[in-house]
């Protein structure tokens, strides 16, 4: 079975590859609300159950596989309206802080969840909302996809370009760990290297 891979499904840059790409994003077309809309899936190597363990019913303990959150906690199990607090080393438009995120929609059924930030995002950034799915593949594969919305004010969206690219990025390195996370039950190198680093949960 070839190797599975990580691909953006329509990314504001056309490509297969999770990197960024050479070449700047459109710009939203007039009158469009400062809304930065990514979509990205990670092919798996293991069962949507399998899968669905790290990404919903461990949806809190995030920070134990992903280096860019060097902590994290819930306030009880994952439901609708339950928050998580994630201390952040940075990720796309946000530096380093403590991020509250609150679950939208919460559904094991459909191995789908949501999720919107409700404390620590920059000033520049209103709303931000992502959306996880995991979907059964083949020999006994699956497919994590994410959904992600961040609303700009107008004063930055001149910056939108650069801050996708980051976003991007980002997002990428968060696939490769949680498919690493999954597939072997261990963290990422990346995640070992950020604890090497000083950046271990405290």
Not at 61 to 68: H, P, R
Request: one cysteine or more; a positive charge.
């Amino acid at each position: 079975m070839a190797a599975p891979e990580s691909r953006w499904v329509a990314g504001l840059v056309p490509g297969p590859s999770l990197l960024p790409r050479s070449g700047i994003a459109r710009a939203p077309p007039p009158g469009h609300r400062g809304d930065m809309e990514m979509r990205a899936e990670v092919v798996i190597g293991a069962a949507a159950g399998d899968a669905w363990v790290v990404v919903g019913e461990l949806f809190g303990e995030i920070g134990g596989w992903a280096s860019a959150i060097t902590a994290s906690s819930m306030d009880g199990p994952p439901a609708a309206a339950q928050v998580r607090t994630c201390h952040v080393a940075g990720f796309g438009p946000v530096g380093a802080g403590v991020i509250r995120e609150r679950l939208v929609s919460f559904d094991p059924a459909a191995m789908s969840l949501a999720y919107e930030a409700v404390e620590g995002m920059p000033a520049v950034v209103p709303r931000a909302v992502s959306r996880r799915s995991v979907h059964p593949g083949p020999d006994g594969t699956c497919t994590v996809r994410i959904h992600a919305t961040v609303t700009l004010r107008r004063a930055v969206r001149p910056l939108g370009p650069v801050l996708r690219w980051r976003m991007r990025a980002d997002i990428g390195r968060v696939l490769a760990e949680l498919r690493h996370r999954v597939e072997t039950g261990a963290p990422h190198a990346g995640k070992l290297a950020a604890l090497a680093a000083g950046r271990a949960p405290r």
